[in-house]
């Protein structure tokens, strides 16, 4: 269980190399998670189907790596779907000049067009019945077997929700990157001891590491509190690491990383249409209840959020 580029069987099946599966994964070979290969979708390390239950060899993986990647999670009509669902409600909000949702302030940028837009919607699912159900998929519940104890839960009202997330490469967006971070910070802000917690990602564009994208650090998440919280200058790094991994993704794919892994997101090399990324991300989080509400306040990493990353 590596990250080698090997072709790996298990008792799910195997892929022999397609990036479509029915129970099973493949590995690619390249730089950086990115193949040379004819598939610009293959990935150096293996992805998964995620079922009702999380197979031994997917708990191993995560376990070692601290993120795993998932296949067709949803499929296309259910992506563009969700799309024009976001483009409502944003078109509400840019309206309504809202300020923040739940004390979580709202990153506003220009698109191509010219067009303003929300580049990072916090709780999206608390405005809309169609991410709200997303959530109610069973198999998210399954992935609580990664941290497996009894208080695992959907972060639907804590945290910042369900965020979408829209990062597009223009002189006038406010969202490109992402520095690099760990997502525990967020436990330390709210004064509370570090709580394990995994961060949950539904790809509902494709983009290969050419694109920018996430990238991560595999096996950070198992190299104790002072890596996680010294390794990098929060937020404010954006320096490629030569340990970095990159992720290949499709439109519907689902992506989970703990929360004490480094990690980023890349400013794409393109500018315009061709940049444009956009995914959600829900944590799974455990310890004690933190609901936000309209009379929340922003944390400071939810500040810092909403002022860097151009």
Not at 11 to 21: A, I, L, R, Y
Not at 26 to 54: A, I, R, T
Not at 191 to 216: A, C, E, F, W, Y
Request: aromatic share 10%; charged share 25%; proline share 3%.
């Amino acid at each position: 269980m590596d990250l080698n580029g090997k072709e790996h069987k298990t008792h799910n099946g195997e892929v022999n190399g397609k990036h479509h599966s029915s129970n099973g994964h493949h590995n690619g070979n390249g730089h950086n998670g990115h193949s040379n290969g004819k598939n610009p979708f293959h990935n150096n390390y293996p992805v998964f189907q995620l079922g009702d239950k999380l197979t031994e060899e997917q708990k191993a993986f995560f376990d070692k790596n601290g993120f795993i990647h998932f296949k067709n999670f949803i499929n296309k009509e259910k992506v563009t779907e969700l799309l024009r669902e976001a483009e409502a409600i944003q078109n509400d909000w840019v309206s309504k000049d809202y300020k923040s949702i739940n004390g979580v302030p709202i990153k506003y940028g220009t698109d191509v067009d010219g067009k303003k837009i929300v580049q990072r919607f916090a709780f999206i699912n608390q405005h809309s019945e169609k991410f709200s159900e997303i959530l109610k998929d069973h198999r998210l519940k399954g992935l609580f077997e990664f941290i497996g104890t009894a208080d695992c839960r959907l972060g639907e009202t804590e945290k910042d929700g369900l965020v979408f997330n829209h990062y597009i490469n223009t002189d006038e967006s406010n969202f490109s990157q992402l520095g690099w971070h760990t997502d525990a910070l967020r436990d330390i802000f709210q004064g509370q001891k570090i709580m394990p917690m995994l961060n949950v990602g539904i790809h509902l564009d494709n983009s290969t590491t050419d694109n920018g994208g996430l990238r991560i650090i595999p096996g950070t998440h198992n190299k104790g509190i002072r890596t996680m919280l010294f390794k990098k200058m929060y937020f404010i790094s954006h320096k490629p690491d030569k340990k970095e991994l990159g992720l290949n993704v499709e439109a519907g794919d689902l992506t989970v990383h703990d929360g004490r892994l480094w990690h980023r997101v890349a400013r794409s090399p393109f500018t315009g249409e061709r940049s444009r990324r956009r995914v959600m991300y829900v944590p799974i989080v455990t310890g004690k209840f933190i609901p936000r509400d309209e009379n929340s306040k922003p944390l400071l990493y939810q500040r810092l959020l909403s002022i860097t990353n151009k």
